[in-house]
């Protein structure tokens, strides 16, 4: 080892998770979770946010307050069940414009995926609402949570929407590791990391000489010459 | 002659081995990076990775749920038979994906692009890919799949003569660094930089410099093995680690490939095969053996000839693999 780096803080929550339990987490802490948790992406937001469907679990905040962004590796084991084998988060960015009508239909207050979203979602959207955000980790730690799937609840909109867009539900053991991004106060550790990292890159670039031809996407305005 | 049955039988284990079992070389490349990495949340993203490859292998299970693209590679030794002939062999690794896809469990992710149906096969028309090449004095064939993640972490763009090496590096950086914020690269990452040739057969050298070289190895041209290691060290001083967060882990390593390109142009593509590198490859007998290792061993110097032959001597330097 190079040099001693620091242990990072290890929690464990039981879901349906408290108001009190979520509040304790903090950015960078690793958590593992007990409990039920639910998988909703496009196909499932898409029913319920815009087309106004009902949920099909009746009260599912009692159930499970945790929505995982994922699309697990499942296929039916010939006995009417499922064998979930790998299990890996979807990049949560693109279901930011669900979200608050989504926390709100549903009662969810933690949101699980891959990437984190943008730090206006964490102030403006989960944070108001006591939500906070855990990413997985990697992100390709698809054998260890599916140890942590001990058994699939139920699977609804399996016919309709896919196995990958299908809202399915979670019973879990020592599910994770999962990194806590943004606490109840809307902080965000990867934007924290980011601007650490931010502060480095001009520097990558003094002394190369700059490209013969530019590029549309690096200046915004359509009318520029590219040369 | 190669039996059709051998051939959907062995790109079949290589589907399961592939998706479950982290190739030697890339473990060892990461396990060498968190000796190094001085971040904590990117040394435990590192040490937590070790664990899944590891719960993959005990468990025989996915090491990622998402399955990527697989996709095969093919090289033809020159005095192969096989029964069925080469349609026979398409219709054996479209079958073996479909096998694949319901036993280990693979998660179906090939969908068509305009009305996403899909068969939950991962099978669909150009899907899966399968690209060929050949090899002489030889008389097997050898079949690698290649299981490659990520929407995201490639690129691609037009550059000249005068942009030079300061111009490769800018592409590097800017890919690196765009896709490598909030990990979504899932890196450290094998990157392959393709220089050189027609457009798409850029992109095609970048993928394969990324895919199908393994941990370690170094391009024979001096010049752009030393160009490598540069690239390599740039990549792991851009200082981010795993999941973009504060680090020195992004570049497992680095291969570059070359292609004879328009005398006015420079295209470069870059390519990272993500922290699920999943490759392995099959060499099917003449003699209806089949052998199984994790490096593809594609780049040969018949692959790499620059003129109108090719070096005669023994080129199958892995002729008794
Ligand atoms: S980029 Fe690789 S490790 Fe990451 S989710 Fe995709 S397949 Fe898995």
């Known amino acids: 080892m190079a040099e001693e780096r620091h242990e990072l803080r290890q929690r464990r929550l039981t879901l349906p998770a408290s108001a009190e339990a979520i509040a304790e987490l903090e950015p960078g802490n ?27 679990v009746a009260d599912l905040a009692s159930v499970s307050n945790a929505n995982f962004h994922c699309s697990p590796a499942a296929a039916p084991d010939g006995k009417g069940g499922y064998n979930v084998g790998g299990v ?15 926390l709100d239909l549903t009662g969810t207050k933690i949101v699980i995926g891959k990437g984190g979203m943008g730090a206006g979602d964490y102030k403006e959207v989960l944070a108001p609402r006591g939500a906070i955000y855990l990413t997985t980790v990697g992100y390709g730690t698809g054998a ?14 399996l016919e309709e929407l896919g196995i990958a867009q299908a809202m399915w539900l979670f019973r879990v053991k020592n599910f994770g590791p999962f990194l806590v991004d943004s606490d109840t106060a809307g902080n965000s550790l990867f934007q924290r990391q980011g601007e ?9 670039y003094a002394g190369l000489k700059p490209p013969a031809l530019r590029r549309y996407g690096e200046t915004d305005d359509r009318r520029d010459e590219l040369l | 002659m190669i039996a059709h049955e051998q051939v959907e039988t062995a790109a079949y284990e290589i589907m399961k081995k592939a998706a479950i079992d982290i190739p030697e070389d890339y473990l060892g490349g990461v396990k060498g990076m968190i000796d190094l990495e001085t971040g904590d949340l990117s040394s435990f993203v590192l040490k937590s990775m070790v664990d899944n490859w590891e719960a993959a292998t005990e468990d025989r299970r996915p090491m990622c749920a998402d399955t990527g693209l697989p996709r095969y590679y093919v090289k033809v030794g020159n005095e192969a038979r096989v029964a069925g002939g080469f349609c026979g062999v398409e219709e054996a690794l479209r079958s073996a994906t479909a096998r694949a896809t319901q036993d280990v ?24 890919e399968i690209e060929w090449s050949f090899e002489p004095d030889a008389d097997w064939i050898d079949v690698t799949t290649v299981h490659k993640g990520g929407l995201f972490g490639t690129d691609y763009r037009m550059l000249f003569p005068g942009d030079g090496i300061d111009g490769i590096k800018r592409v590097f950086l800017d890919t690196l ?37 393994v941990v370690g190895d170094a391009n024979p ?9 540069e690239l390599k060290e740039l990549g792991n001083r851009i200082g981010m680690g795993a999941m973009g967060f504060v680090g020195s882990s992004m570049v497992v390593d680095c291969h570059v490939e070359v292609g004879y390109t328009h005398t006015g142009g420079m295209p470069v593509s870059v390519h990272t095969f993500c922290l699920s590198s999943r490759r ?41 693999g």
């Not at chain 2, 899932?186 to 050298?205: E, F, R």
Request: glycine share 8%.
């Open chain 2, 221 to 229: 041209d001096p010049k752009i093995a030393a160009l490598e290691q």
């Open chain 1, 30 to 56: 690793v958590v593992y979770l007990d409990g039920v948790v639910y998988t909703a992406r496009e196909g499932v937001y898409q029913k319920v946010v815009v087309e106004r469907e009902a949920l099909p």
């Open chain 1, 88 to 102: 890996t988060a979807t990049a949560s960015f693109r279901f930011s414009k669900y979200l608050a009508d989504w």
């Open chain 1, 144 to 157: 260890l949570l599916g140890r942590g799937v001990k058994a699939v609840e139920s699977v609804h909109w």
């Open chain 1, 196 to 204: 650490l990292v931010n502060a480095g890159i001009e520097a990558l």
């Open chain 2, 105 to 128: 469990p693979l998660r179906p992710n090939r969908v068509h692009p305009l009305w996403r149906t899909e068969h939950n096969n991962n099978v669909g028309i150009n899907a899966p």
């Open chain 2, 280 to 320: 392995a490859t099959a060499r099917l007998h003449a003699d209806g053996r089949t052998s199984y290792r994790t490096d593809p061993k594609w780049f040969t110097p018949y692959m790499r000839r620059e003129t109108i032959g090719w070096p005669r001597s023994d080129t199958s330097s892995a002729s008794a």
């Open chain 2, 177 to 213: 660094i765009a896709f490598g914020k909030r990990g979504l690269a899932c890196q450290p990452a094998i990157v392959g930089v393709g220089v050189g040739g027609s457009k798409d057969i850029c992109m095609t050298l970048g993928k394969q410099a990324a895919c199908l070289r």
